[in-house]
């Protein structure tokens, strides 16, 4: 049998470069226009099931543009149930009336990827900077950087709205202190007016707010609830319409993605990643239809991907203790303690150069990871030693260490693992039975 002579080099045809030539030369049989009408940051023209929360908004909102200075506002709802969107929309609405608008400032934060009230703080006044010497700079005290924003606030003057996204994951993390020190800034500041809008996934999240950071935030609250089934297929109708070319969508995917999406808390952003992915997957089959077939290939995909997706947003020292939970219970092969885990963590910041929070902190990190579906914590008694937590690994440490060990922060520490090794968890084991 001959043998097929090896493709010169630099042949198209024999590497990646002929695959994306191949992929940008030709023209999507499915998608219409941009695929990013299908992600949840594309903010459309309309907004179905939402009209009422809007008008909300824009109420509490309208005021600046006479010049007063609106309430604090605080939206409520679960992931996926359109707070962000809706928030998005009422701003460039605002932002359309120019000739009211120019003394109104929006800064916009995800408190997710924000680490400490310091990086808060300075991210806030960076916002504001006009030029790289108005910045400031890593290294300054807290009370400097905190005196150079409302020197920054007062320069900019006006309304400042600021945005803080996911702002229950900031609390959890650092306390409310830093939202008592923005809600009572405008005492501080001459020539600006600061309202604050928080956007939360944590339906009981005032209830871990001090009184008085309450008394000031809880002006005005607005709730969202879930997206129903039938209100998910209009607004994945809505968005196909915009994405895909006409009849390309076979009956029963929208359904389906929604049907799926509405058994997880009714998340919109969910149903529309198994729209966006089910459509990716027929492309590349080469496909000239979606088919439902498709959403449940999509649906596999994507839990799988989420978990990892998960871990590699963590703030940097939530990324090293859940390193260090993972490698913990690797090593145990069951549940871990808090003392034992803290110390681990300890260990593991010190040799990546990091300085260690405090154990508080790291609580509170806990109690995130456990929020976000990753451990499991449950109070145990140790008799006259008290009461402790003990932490239980619910997702395949097979893949969540690798995927961990490739972020840059964790790399000097990773190692590769033996071949064949195979790492049990109560994720990868749900019926609790032993290793063997």
């Given at each position: 049998?001959?043998?097929?002579?090896?493709?010169?080099?630099?042949?198209?045809?024999?590497?990646?470069?002929?695959?994306?030539?191949?992929?940008?030369?030709?023209?999507?049989?499915?998608?219409?226009?941009?695929?990013?009408?299908?992600?949840?940051?594309?903010?459309?023209?309309?907004?179905?099931?939402?009209?009422?929360?809007?008008?909300?908004?824009?109420?509490?909102?309208?005021?600046?543009?006479?010049?007063?200075?609106?309430?604090?506002?605080?939206?409520?709802?679960?992931?996926?149930?359109?707070?962000?969107?809706?928030?998005?929309?009422?701003?460039?609405?605002?932002?359309?009336?120019?000739?009211?608008?120019?003394?109104?400032?929006?800064?916009?934060?995800?408190?997710?990827?924000?680490?400490?009230?310091?990086?808060?703080?300075?991210?806030?006044?960076?916002?504001?900077?006009?030029?790289?010497?108005?910045?400031?700079?890593?290294?300054?005290s807290l009370d400097r950087v905190q005196s150079g924003m409302r020197r920054l606030m007062d320069a900019k003057g006006g309304i400042l709205l600021l945005v803080l996204d996911e702002v229950?994951?900031?609390?959890?993390?650092?306390?409310?202190?830093?939202?008592?020190?923005?809600?009572?800034?405008?005492?501080?500041?001459?020539?600006?007016?600061?309202?604050?809008?928080?956007?939360?996934?944590?339906?009981?999240?005032?209830?871990?707010?001090?009184?008085?950071?309450?008394?000031?935030?809880?002006?005005?609250?607005?709730?969202?609830?879930?997206?129903?089934?039938?209100?998910?297929?209009?607004?994945?109708?809505?968005?196909?319409?915009?994405?895909?070319?006409?009849?390309?969508?076979?009956?029963?995917?929208?359904?389906?993605?929604?049907?799926?999406?509405?058994?997880?808390?009714?998340?919109?952003?969910?149903?529309?990643?198994?729209?966006?992915?089910?459509?990716?997957?027929?492309?590349?089959?080469?496909?000239?239809?979606?088919?439902?077939?498709?959403?449940?290939?999509?649906?596999?995909?994507?839990?799988?991907?989420?978990?990892?997706?998960?871990?590699?947003?963590?703030?940097?020292?939530?990324?090293?203790?859940?390193?260090?939970?993972?490698?913990?219970?690797?090593?145990?092969?069951?549940?871990?303690?808090?003392?034992?885990?803290?110390?681990?963590?300890?260990?593991?910041?010190?040799?990546?150069?990091?300085?260690?929070?405090?154990?508080?902190?790291?609580?509170?990190?806990?109690?995130?990871?456990?929020?976000?579906?990753?451990?499991?914590?449950?109070?145990?008694?140790?008799?006259?030693?008290?009461?402790?937590?003990?932490?239980?690994?619910?997702?395949?440490?097979?893949?969540?260490?690798?995927?961990?060990?490739?972020?840059?922060?964790?790399?000097?520490?990773?190692?590769?693992?033996?071949?064949?090794?195979?790492?049990?968890?109560?994720?990868?084991?749900?019926?609790?039975?032993?290793?063997?």
């Amino acid at each position: 049998m001959p043998v097929p002579a090896p493709s010169a080099p630099g042949n198209p045809s024999s590497s990646t470069e002929g695959i994306l030539d191949t992929i940008l030369s030709s023209k999507s049989e499915l998608f219409r226009g941009s695929r990013e009408v299908l992600r949840d940051s594309y903010v459309p023209s309309r907004l179905p099931h939402r009209e009422q929360q809007i008008r909300q908004v824009a109420e509490i909102l309208a005021p600046s543009l006479r010049g007063d200075l609106p309430s604090n506002l605080l939206i409520y709802g679960k992931i996926g149930t359109g707070k962000t969107a809706v928030v998005a929309q009422v701003r460039q609405d605002l932002q359309r009336r120019t000739e009211l608008s120019s003394h109104i400032s929006f800064v916009t934060l995800n408190c997710g990827n924000i680490d400490t009230p310091y990086s808060l703080l300075q991210t806030i006044a960076n916002s504001f900077a006009k030029n790289e010497a108005d910045r400031i700079p890593t290294g300054w005290s807290l009370d400097r950087v905190q005196s150079g924003m409302r020197r920054l606030m007062d320069a900019k003057g006006g309304i400042l709205l600021l945005v803080l996204d996911e702002v229950d994951r900031l609390v959890a993390r650092s306390g409310d202190n830093i939202l008592y020190t923005l809600s009572q800034i405008n005492t501080e500041l001459d020539n600006a007016r600061l309202s604050i809008i928080g956007i939360s996934n944590d339906l009981k999240f005032t209830n871990h707010l001090d009184a008085r950071v309450r008394s000031r935030l809880n002006e005005e609250k607005i709730l969202f609830p879930p997206y129903d089934a039938t209100q998910l297929q209009d607004i994945l109708r809505d968005r196909a319409h915009e994405a895909f070319r006409d009849g390309v969508v076979d009956p029963g995917v929208v359904e389906r993605c929604a049907a799926y999406a509405a058994l997880e808390n009714g998340d919109a952003r969910r149903a529309l990643a198994l729209l966006r992915l089910a459509a990716e997957m027929a492309e590349r089959d080469h496909a000239k239809r979606i088919t439902p077939d498709h959403v449940v290939k999509a649906k596999n995909r994507l839990e799988q991907d989420i978990i990892i997706d998960c871990c590699r947003t963590l703030p940097p020292h939530c990324k090293v203790l859940l390193y260090a939970i993972l490698q913990s219970f690797e090593r145990r092969r069951n549940g871990v303690l808090t003392g034992e885990v803290y110390d681990s963590y300890r260990r593991l910041a010190e040799r990546l150069g990091l300085q260690p929070l405090h154990a508080r902190s790291i609580s509170n990190y806990v109690s995130e990871l456990e929020s976000l579906g990753l451990i499991r914590a449950t109070i145990v008694s140790r008799g006259r030693g008290g009461r402790t937590r003990e932490i239980i690994v619910d997702v395949p440490i097979s893949e969540t260490m690798p995927a961990l060990e490739e972020d840059p922060l964790i790399a000097p520490v990773g190692r590769p693992k033996p071949r064949g090794q195979m790492l049990l968890t109560n994720f990868d084991n749900p019926a609790g039975a032993g290793p063997f």
